[in-house]
């Protein structure tokens, strides 16, 4: 529940003695814990598929402020907390768009790569990662290997968990390091490229049915007017502008300017930050 709302039914999900803190919906906790035991058999899976299916994680986060005056910590759920997806998550969705997502099930963890300049900063660079090549690396995050001493830059970026110490919950900031790992990373411009050749390769260079799909895999919602129209005069604009590049750079303007338009939605709060 924690995971998927922010705060636990316990809020100090570490501490469920006399000191911690009351559940905030104890009938609810009680059913869980009973339906977890009898019916799902102690499946987490089914759990997951059950807060996740219901009413109560299916709401949008549109503000109300009659609610709001009531409840403004939204401790009864009368919408869904605003957050922005975790970091597994982010990697994952980038993954999928771009049609780079590998959904092979269950083996060892996967050594992704990093940066050299991390391992380079690693005491002992020969045993200290030996990262993966090919499909494997598009695994899953949660195949991912982590190893405490050498964390992946961009899951430290954003939040991912201390692996020196034990802990209850992430932290939940929104700092200038991750607004670059998004826009500037070698993933994020390797899978916006991915999913540029993806929209060519379905559409040829039509841009409008290109951005229609765009909005469709990342945002799960087609273009509105003057959504389209702008990124329309984007693509146009972008690719006049990168033309005098053109004889150095062997891909054309066109598709660089889609690219960088991949790159635009994979930035967007909407991609980010479900509702």
């Known amino acids: 529940w924690q995971q998927h709302f922010g705060v636990g039914l316990v809020a100090t999900s570490s501490d469920f003695g006399q000191m911690g803190a009351r559940p905030t919906h104890p009938e609810l906790l009680d059913w869980l814990a009973h339906w977890f035991v009898n019916d799902a058999k102690w499946s987490l899976k089914e759990l997951h598929r059950l807060i996740l299916l219901s009413e109560t994680y299916r709401q949008d986060s549109s503000y109300m402020e009659a609610a709001a005056l009531v409840d403004p910590e939204n401790k009864l759920l009368w919408r869904f907390p605003y957050k922005r997806l975790d ?20 083996g060892p963890g996967v050594f992704l790569p990093v940066p050299d300049a991390v391992i380079e900063a690693h005491t002992d660079k020969q045993a200290a990662w030996k990262a993966e090549s090919g499909s494997s690396i598009n695994r899953r995050t949660i195949y991912a290997f982590v190893k405490r001493t050498l964390t ?60 229609e799909m765009v909005f469709r895999l990342c945002l799960a919602r087609p273009p509105v007017e003057s959504e389209k129209a702008a990124m329309l005069l984007f693509l146009q604009k972008e690719a006049k502008n990168l033309q005098c590049d053109s004889a150095k750079v062997p891909s054309s303007a066109e598709h660089r300017a889609l690219v960088q338009a991949c790159r635009v939605m994979l930035n967007l709060n909407e991609f980010l930050y479900p509702n």
């Open 152 to 211: 992946l830059p961009l899951l430290e970026t954003f939040d991912f968990c201390d692996t020196t110490q034990s802990s209850e919950k992430r932290s939940n900031t929104n700092v200038a390091p991750q607004a670059l790992t998004l826009f500037n990373s070698e993933f994020v411009n390797h899978q916006a490229e991915q999913l540029a050749f993806r929209l060519e390769g379905e559409f040829k260079s039509d841009s409008g049915l290109q951005i």
């Open 87 to 106: 970091v597994e998550s982010i990697r994952d969705s980038m993954l999928s768009v771009s049609g780079n997502l590998n959904k092979g099930m269950q």
